[in-house]
């Protein structure tokens, strides 16, 4: 990741929820401070009544990482659309990692110009979707393999029959050829001893 960030977030854009029918959704947003000083933070939600966000803010010592925990209240339906957005903010401050929830509030009241903010958008994927398909077991391969053996050793037998017929036609076809030729033959011939006893009976 990028130094000139102070604050490292992961994920950086979008925040992602499985649904479960009726149950409380978990899910998580890393911070990791990433400047030589003092990072406060807060985390806030265009719907603040439908999540849990703990911790909600705090202070970073420098290279100090937090999980931060998000809780989507139960539903009772797949919603069709989510327009939910976190808004990640942080400033620079003088603050102990261990001061009290007045003092970060008022050094946020009293910062406001200091501040930056990254949002993280809401996506709601339903229980199954993020599922990998399982991997097709050995079994199924192998019957796919020893399908296209048969259908190719089938596609030659039917080249071999389909030659075997076509020289079969082909022998036939001379042999038809040569039996027309000697009657052709035959038929000038008998037209021609016809012709001449007609001449010689003429004589």
């Not at 929820?17 to 149950?23: D, I, M, N, T, Y």
């Not at 705090?58 to 808004?87: A, M, Q, S």
């Not at 071999?160 to 020289?167: A, G, H, K, L, P």
Request: charged share 25%; hydrophobic share 40%.
């Amino acid at each position: 990741m990028d130094k000139e960030y102070a604050l490292l977030m992961e994920p950086n854009s979008v925040i992602a929820f499985k649904f479960v029918p009726k149950a409380s959704i978990t899910s998580s947003i890393h911070l990791k401070n990433n400047s030589p000083s003092n990072i406060a933070f807060k985390i806030r939600v265009t719907a603040p009544n439908s999540y849990y966000v703990r911790p909600n803010q705090g202070v970073l010592l420098p290279n100090e990482e937090i999980k931060v925990n998000v809780i989507l209240r139960p539903l009772d339906t797949f919603p069709t659309g989510c327009p939910d957005k976190f808004l990640v903010q942080h400033a620079v401050t003088d603050l102990p990692s261990n001061c009290k929830q007045n003092e970060i509030t008022e050094f946020w009241e009293k910062n406001k110009d200091k501040i930056k903010s990254a949002k993280l958008a809401v996506f709601l994927m339903e229980d199954s979707s993020d599922i990998d398909p399982p991997a097709s077991p050995p079994s199924v391969i192998h019957e796919k393999i020893e399908e296209k053996v048969i259908v190719k050793n089938s596609m030659q037998d039917n080249m071999e029959r389909t030659s075997t017929i076509d020289f079969k036609l082909a022998r036939e076809e001379n042999i038809e050829k040569k039996r027309n030729s000697r009657l052709k033959i035959m038929m000038i011939a008998l037209v021609f001893v016809v012709c001449v006893v007609v001449i010689m009976q003429i004589i």
